[in-house]
């Protein structure tokens, strides 16, 4: 039987710190082979060479690195060559015993030593397909921050130098008009035109990004899949492929309250004897997806309870019957819940995480075939 020797790697943009380690459960670890590198694959291959020479052939090696920069790439790269290598969540590694002092080498032997004992949870890896999308949605996301920020910086404009728009609503074809139209001195108005060009090369960049994710999500990896949730209220083909993007394969969590655990949405705790505090939500794992599923609650928390757009009904045609009736009860309980926290005078984000929580446990349901309706409060 082989021995293991667990290999952590500390990964920066300029270097590699290797470092070998036999746990001693119990005992001290045996720590050897630390090494920098340059950060290239072929060394680290090298460096396991090397140390098989050194330690023999009844020796198997088993590498980690923390999630981070580096993404995926390393972990392909090795896996390619058959070495074992996992992704470690940062938040999952063992602490170390004083912060006052941090080293690369420190730091190879933390990960080195959260994968022997177990407690360094494994990062999940998306297909290639999985992360191409998930990238472009994230590419996309950026350009709207972008446009988000040029729309604040035209408001402003307006407002420092005295100019409100009446009308009701802004950024429609007549708001457009009256800032295009709008009286101010020469530089002032320069500027407001570069704005505007800005703004409308932002929009026109977000037109392209929001076609090319409805060609996405009409492939056959994800077509069936989107359809299906966008039967829920407030979850429109972009947040349905980003869903499918970030979690890739549902069946690895146990159950819908585990999936709604790894997004952050479950309530924190610390608890020391007899006292129990609650907190807020933990905010671990995907924040990107966690935020989607919260934006979505936020349109399901809008609306009476029971009732379907023209919208709505025509995103859920073509789905099957079991598929629309697990949606809409999902829909309805959902809205009551919120109807219900609120007439409690609870806070309306309380609300709103509350709902967003049990959406990601109606979406479990659906991707796993598990569409019974819950009977959590």
Not at 103 to 116: C, E, G, M, N, P
Request: proline share 2%; net charge positive.
């Amino acid at each position: 039987m082989k021995s293991i020797v667990y290999v952590g790697i500390d990964v920066h943009k300029d270097s590699y710190t290797l470092v070998c380690l036999e746990p001693g459960f119990g005992e001290e670890d045996q720590i050897y082979g630390m090494t920098k590198i340059q950060p290239d694959y072929h060394q680290v291959i090298q460096y396991l060479e090397n140390m098989q020479k050194r330690l023999g052939p009844d020796v198997e090696f088993v590498c980690a690195y923390e999630a981070g920069c580096m993404g995926y790439s390393l972990y392909h790269q090795l896996t390619g060559k058959g070495v074992k290598c996992f992704i470690l969540a940062p938040t999952s590694l063992i602490k170390q015993r004083s912060s006052k002092i941090k080293t690369d080498k420190r730091d190879a032997v933390i990960i080195a030593q959260s994968l022997a004992y177990g407690t360094g949870k494994h990062v999940h890896v998306p297909s290639a397909e999985d992360e191409m999308v998930q990238q472009y949605i994230r590419m996309r996301d950026g350009h709207q921050k972008l446009l988000k920020s040029v729309k604040q910086q035209i408001l402003a404009l307006c407002l420092m130098n005295g100019k409100s728009y009446s009308g009701r609503t802004n950024w429609t074809q007549a708001h457009l008009e009256w800032l295009r139209k709008l009286k101010l001195d020469w530089l002032l108005r320069e500027t407001l035109d570069e704005y505007l060009v800005t703004y409308e090369q932002l929009s026109d960049k977000m037109g392209v990004f929001e076609r090319r994710i409805e060609e996405l999500a009409s492939s056959d990896s994800y077509r069936e899949n989107v359809s299906k949730l966008c039967c829920f209220i407030g979850i429109r083909t972009y947040s349905a492929l980003a869903i499918l993007a970030e979690t890739g394969d549902f069946a690895r969590f146990a159950t819908a309250d585990k999936y709604a655990a790894y997004l952050g949405l479950v309530p924190g705790e610390h608890t020391s004897s007899r006292n129990r505090n609650a907190r807020g939500i933990t905010k671990s794992g995907n924040s990107h997806l966690r935020r989607i599923l919260v934006e979505s609650s936020q349109a399901l928390c809008r609306g009476k309870v029971g009732h379907k757009s023209k919208a709505l009904k025509a995103r859920q045609n073509g789905n099957s019957s079991q598929t629309i009736a697990y949606a809409d009860r999902g829909n309805e309980r959902l809205r009551r819940k919120y109807h219900q926290m609120k007439h409690k005078e609870k806070a309306r984000n309380v609300c709103v995480i509350a709902v967003a929580r049990e959406l990601a446990c109606f979406i479990w349901g659906m991707m796993t075939d598990n569409m019974q309706v819950r009977k959590t409060a």
